[in-house]
């Protein structure tokens, strides 16, 4: 991507929220961060984040979309995940992770991934911590409070707003729809961003 269309991509992500962090930080995310806001909130480098998104997306095509296990306990990422699992052939895991699922071949539900994908390295941290013990290498999206240890790779953005998430998980499908020629670079995507945003579900009346 050249200087000028990574300078235009970045003035349309900054409405996401995708580089709005807590008003926590951690030693490990501190070199990610750029600013604070009046309300003491953290900010992440967005050409970071970028950047990071580009390598991810990397990571994956070579350790094979198919072979790569996207998890989330946020329900914010349900569909942000499973838009991205559908354009690029990898396998989602939401909601709880069963302990064993990388590390205990005789359990029903055991699999072997050659990458591990997670939304909150906290709210995921069985995922995290079975992937380690497996030796299979980790790429997690991380918020300014987020401890990062056992985390290969970082994609540092906000990992909680339904919007940002839609956001981090569209522009790492569109990467590695690129990566391997099923997109050129000026060419739309099959989804908006807008579809990979979890919805409010609206409850119904009484």
Request: glycine share 6%.
């Amino acid at each position: 991507m050249s200087q000028q269309a990574e300078s235009h991509e970045s003035k349309r992500m900054l409405s996401t929220g995708i580089r709005v962090g807590t008003q926590v930080k951690t030693k490990f995310m501190k070199r990610f961060i750029t600013e604070t806001t009046p309300e003491g909130l953290y900010k992440l480098d967005l050409d970071v984040t970028l950047r990071r998104i580009s390598i991810a997306a990397r990571f994956i095509s070579r350790a094979g979309p198919e072979r790569t296990l996207v998890c989330s306990g946020r329900e914010n990422a349900n569909t942000p995940v499973e838009k991205f699992c559908e354009l690029v052939g990898a396998v989602p895991k939401l909601q709880r992770f069963m302990p064993g699922t990388l590390t205990n071949p005789s359990l029903g539900y055991y699999t072997e991934p050659g990458l591990v994908v997670v939304t909150d390295p906290q709210v995921d941290s069985q995922a995290v911590t079975e992937a380690t013990n497996a030796g299979i290498p980790v790429v997690g999206v991380a918020n300014t409070d987020n401890i990062t240890s056992r985390v290969d790779l970082v994609i540092p953005a906000n990992n909680r707003g339904r919007r940002a998430l839609a956001t981090v998980y569209w522009l790492l499908a569109r990467e590695i729809l690129l990566e391997r020629g099923d997109i050129k670079e000026r060419e739309g995507m099959p989804y908006e961003i807008d579809d990979f945003e979890t919805k409010m579900t609206e409850e119904s009346p009484e």
